[in-house]
DNA sequence: ATATCTGCAAAATCTTTGCATTTAA
DNA sequence: TTAAATGCAAAGATTTTGCAGATAT
């Protein structure tokens, strides 16, 4: 199972770097499709999968029950806005330490840990200050 | 759209107090099923719903794509293992302030955060530490 | 009495997969 | 040449929903 070349891989993984908003395979679909008319939903889902098996690619699982992509694959977090949905990225420093807080008390192995915070987004923020003045 | 008693409802939260390994709708469906032969697969998501709503219990996601219930709603972070995929409450710290920590380069407003730990569970570890001895 | 709840089945949503064909190496 | 990738469509898996009948208040 040597890896070819594919021009409809490499669409896709274009496409979510010119992207910050870690989009939905439904997305990629929508969007590659500007570029390859025939290219199938079926062959935008292997490739997501292919891509974040090589580690090339990040699957988001934020609890909205889609899987979300992310090019930039350097450890970071991730927000989720509880209005519009939207997934932004977090300026923050590490707090890879919680795993140790967490194996303080357990008897297993911590070898990480997946964190994403929720509330309000920059633009939701601001929307519902501008309603409430 | 007041509440009616319901001894599906009943079973259900009965069933999942007895619970501490965080059941999926399905499991719950199984259970309940030994007592009411004739519920439906959509009365368990249905009441495992409105419970939730009402914060009776919780919903977790564990990043497998199945929703998995909590009848303990008291903040508690879990476990997941990486090998055999049980879900494991931690007894821990809280790690609240976090949310401080991801506030700071942040516009918008964080109301909380979603955390779970990976790794081996202390069953997973024993069993990978006796093949490798 | 009547609004809620149930069982059933159908549908909705997201994702994976089988297969014949195309394509990269 | 041939192993890998594609397009298409069908199937899987999980969850939601419409509806007619049952049930709690």
Known sequence: M???????????????MTRKDHPTADVVYSNVRTEFPN???GTVYRNLTLL????????????????HFDADTSPHYH???????????????????????????FNGQITGHITYFYGLCPHCKEKKLKALS
Request: some cysteine.
């Open 79 to 105: 927000f989720v806005c509880s209005d519009c949905g939207n997934v932004i990225d977090l300026d923050m420093d590490s707090i890879d330490y919680i795993n140790q807080t967490a194996a303080k008390n």
């Open 52 to 67: 974040a098996d090589l580690g090339e690619i990040a699957r988001l699982r934020v609890g909205d029950g889609v899987d």
């Open 2 to 16: 040597t890896l070819k070349y594919s021009r409809q891989r490499e669409a896709i993984k274009d496409f979510l």
């Open 39 to 41: 290219i199938s939903l």
